[in-house]
């Protein structure tokens, strides 16, 4: 029997970018959740995924387009 190959699945956002990027409203970290292949709200049907601020406080929501984080607050989007 042919073994069956698993292709991986491309990262949505280089890790060294990952490590850089701050939530641009209160400056925190942001988590990644990669959305692809997964059932998605009408809001995020478009995105791939999407960067959420850490901070308890702000918890903002940014979407990643085509591997591309917006990272606008959600009142210049």
């Known amino acids: 029997m042919p073994k069956k190959t698993v292709k991986k ?3 949505l956002v ?3 970018l990952l490590d ?3 939530c641009p409203v209160c400056k925190a ?3 990644l959740v990669d959305l692809r ?3 998605k709200s009408s809001k995020e049907k478009k995105w791939d995924g999407k960067l959420v601020c850490k901070s308890k406080k702000c918890g ?4 990643i387009e085509d591997g591309i984080p917006i990272m606008l607050p959600p009142e210049l989007r």
């Open 37 to 39: 292949g997964k059932k």
């Open 29 to 31: 970290d942001v988590k």
């Open 60 to 63: 903002i929501i940014y979407p």
């Open 20 to 22: 850089i990027l701050a």
């Open 9 to 11: 699945k491309k990262p």
């Open 14 to 16: 280089d890790k060294a």
